[in-house]
């Protein structure tokens, strides 16, 4: 296991058209989240999972965004109808919570999204 | 969680220690001082995280004060790589916590 894998590294979409993201935490980790972050800014929560229930949603994550993670492995981010506003890394963490209590998060390399 | 407060910026000499300074005043007995780093397009690094005692790994130590209200990251030998964005985090690890970045403090190590 080497650790979060985030696909596609980069991605460049028209205004409008639909995207999805997938994210691979490591193997043995139950959560799973996914964060934001703009040129300047710390990353921003957007939601999480654990195993396969989605625990909580931030505020930023409008009706366009959808995250699922279908079998409590990998998830997916889709965002619908893109906006240039949406242009972003998108980073997903994962991290191990046993007994009430959640351990470090590993981060993957993001995926950084361009609308245009 | 509480919140914590870090300088913008801050630099060092390459081969010199970095002390990286973090206030969390309003830190709760339950919750733990992170810190992680993001190198530039990658994503954060975890480094080191204490409740109250000082810590030491093969990245970093970190040094909490006894009152628990302010804390400094030390690279002791820093390199080029380090140079990056440092970001102090206070967190529970209760079951519903989740990480709550701010800015972070910009490190530059120069030659």
Known sequence: ?116 | DAKTTQPPSMDCAEGRAANLPCNHSTISGNEYVYWYRQIHSQGPQYIIHGLKNNETNEMASLIITEDRKSSTLILPHATLRDTAVYYCIVSSLGANSKLTFGKGITLSVRP
């Open chain 1, 1 to 116: 296991d080497t650790g979060v894998s985030q696909d596609p590294r980069h991605k460049i979409t028209k205004r409008g058209q639909n995207v999805t993201f997938r994210c691979d935490p490591i193997s043995e980790h139950n959560r799973l989240y996914w964060y934001r972050q703009t040129l300047g800014q710390g990353p921003e929560f957007l939601t999480y999972f654990q195993n396969e229930a989605q625990l909580e949603k931030s505020r930023l994550l409008s009706d366009r965004f959808s995250a699922e993670r279908p079998k409590g492995s990998f998830s997916t981010l889709e965002i619908q109808r893109t906006e240039q506003g949406d242009s972003a890394m998108y980073l997903c963490a994962s991290s191990a919570s046993t007994g009430g209590r959640n351990y470090g998060y590993t981060f993957g390399s993001g995926t950084r999204l361009t609308v245009v």
